[in-house]
C-alpha cells in the first residue's frame, strides 16, 4: 500500500509554492498580483486542446498575450501547467489559492488592500472554475480582486445576482458577446490605438494605473501594446469597432471590414 501511494506521490506533477506572481506597476506604492491562463486556445504537452477564452472575438487575433514574451518556452509552459492543475484537479488548486491568500503577503498595512488580477491572459473559461473563484474571493475578504472579461453571460449568470465584495469585473469589447454589454449599465474596456484614439472616444485612459480598472470611470480605454504586427493588424479602430465589422461581414460575405473571430481547433 504505501509503495503504491509513494508511486502516485512520484507521478503527481510539482506545484508551485506561490499561484499569485507579483505584478509590475507604474506605482511603486501598489501591491498587485495576478494568476495568469495561456491566452485563447493551443494544445497541451499531452495532446489536449484548450480554448482558455471560449468568447474570444476579433482580439483572438490581436491579443498581446499570443505574441512576444507569453509564447516563450518557459512563460508558455507556466501558463500551461496553471491550466492543468485547474483542469485535472480543480478542488486541489482552489484548496491552494485559498490556504496562499491567507499568507501575510497579501495583508496590506492599516488602511491598505493588496489586489489580485485574475487573468492577465485567460478567461473564466467554464461555470466550475468561475464558481471556484467566487468562493475564493468570499474567503479573502482582505484581497480585492478584479477582472477583465468577455465573458458577459457567465458573469450576469453566477456572479451578479450576489456579487462577492470585494470582486469587481469589467467587460471588455472584442469578443463573441459584445451585444450582451451594456455601456450605459456596465462598466467595461475598449482597446485603442493610441491614446489620442482613446481621448477621442470620450474614454478615461487606463495607462496610469492597472487599478483603473477597479476605481475608474465605467468607461476605460486600453491602448494597444506596441507590437508592431498588431498595431498595422489593427489599423485605426478599436476593438469594439473591429467586432461590429466583423459581426456585420459574418452576415454579408461581401464586407470586409476587419479581421474575423478565429475558431478553436476541433477536439
Known amino acids: 500500500m504505501a509503495r503504491a501511494e509513494s508511486a502516485q506521490e512520484a507521478a503527481a506533477p510539482a506545484r508551485p509554492r506561490f499561484l499569485l506572481l507579483p505584478m509590475r506597476s507604474s506605482c511603486a506604492s501598489e501591491r498587485i498580483y495576478k494568476w495568469t491562463l495561456p491566452a485563447y486556445d493551443g494544445v497541451l504537452p499531452d495532446g489536449r486542446h484548450y480554448n482558455a477564452c471560449p468568447t474570444a472575438g476579433v482580439c483572438a487575433d490581436l491579443c498581446y498575450a499570443r505574441a512576444g514574451h507569453f509564447q516563450r518556452g518557459t512563460v508558455l509552459a507556466a501558463h500551461q501547467r496553471n491550466l492543468m492543475y485547474v483542469m485535472d484537479d480543480l478542488p ?7 490556504e496562499e491568500l491567507q499568507h501575510r503577503r497579501y495583508r496590506a498595512p492599516e488602511g491598505g488592500t493588496v489586489h489580485v488580477r485574475v487573468h492577465d491572459a485567460g478567461d473564466y473559461w467554464s461555470v466550475p472554475y468561475l464558481q471556484a473563484w467566487l ?6 475578504p482582505h484581497v480585492t480582486f478584479y477582472s477583465y472579461t468577455k465573458q458577459v453571460a457567465l ?3 453566477w456572479a451578479r445576482p450576489d456579487p462577492p465584495a470585494n470582486f469587481h469585473w469589467r467587460y471588455s469589447y472584442g469578443g463573441t458577446q459584445d451585444d450582451l454589454i451594456d455601456p450605459l449599465r456596465h462598466p467595461h474596456a475598449d482597446v485603442f490605438p493610441d491614446e489620442e484614439a482613446v481621448e477621442e472616444a470620450g474614454y478615461t ?3 496610469p494605473s492597472d487599478l483603473l480598472a477597479v476605481y475608474g470611470p465605467p468607461t476605460l480605454g486600453v491602448t494597444a501594446n506596441n507590437i508592431p504586427h498588431l498595431k498595422k493588424a489593427q489599423g485605426s479602430r478599436s476593438f469594439r469597432a473591429l467586432q461590429r465589422a466583423a459581426k456585420a461581414s459574418k452576415r454579408d460575405p461581401r464586407r ?3 479581421p474575423a473571430p478565429r475558431r478553436p481547433p476541433a477536439d
Open 135 to 140: 468562493r475564493i474571493f468570499r474567503s479573502a
Open 256 to 258: 470586409r471590414n476587419g
Open 92 to 98: 486541489g488548486w482552489e484548496g491552494q489559492m485559498t
Open 205 to 207: 485612459s487606463q495607462t
Open 155 to 157: 458573469l450576469e449568470r
